[in-house]
Nanobody, 130 residues
Framework: QVQLVESGGGSVQAGGSLRLSCQAS?????????IAWFRQAPGKEREGIGA??????????YVGDSVKGRFTVSQDNDKNTVYLQMNDLKPEDTAMYYC????????????????????WGQGTQVVVSS
């Protein structure tokens, strides 16, 4: 069964940190080439933040330019979980955060578009106050 469940959102003051978790079902975690993080603020398009990829040899992670230097993506294979560590949070980081995965054993995790992602979690809300 395909399942992605986000957690860890909440309210924090500017400059603070949060760590979001995306726990995948074992099937999803083992068969997904990658798992990505997106966010969507009210009235805005969904924005790709970062992703963890299994890689052909070694796993790797990457983040988008808008959060580079503040956000990092990591994973715990034993827990089937991908994390989004968010530091130095700003009010403009306020959004609903989602994790997503492409079809099993296929596809990649581009941050520039949502097309190609087959599975999405329900989201976790992050609110950053100034």
């Amino acid at each position: 069964q395909v399942q992605l469940v986000e957690s860890g959102g909440g309210s924090v003051q500017a400059g603070g940190s949060l760590r979001l978790s995306c726990q995948a079902s074992e099937y999803t975690y083992r068969t997904s080439n990658c798992i990505a993080w997106f966010r969507q603020a009210p009235g805005k398009e969904r924005e790709g933040i970062g992703a963890y990829a299994r890689g052909s040899i070694y796993p790797y992670s990457y983040v988008g330019d808008s959060v580079k230097g503040r956000f990092t993506v990591s994973q715990d294979n034993d827990k089937n979980t991908v994390y989004l560590q968010m530091n130095d949070l700003k009010p403009e980081d306020t959004a609903m955060y989602y994790c997503a995965a492409p079809p099993a054993n296929a596809g990649s995790c581009p941050l520039s578009r949502t097309e190609g992602y087959k599975y999405w979690g329900q989201g976790t809300q992050v609110v950053v106050s100034s």
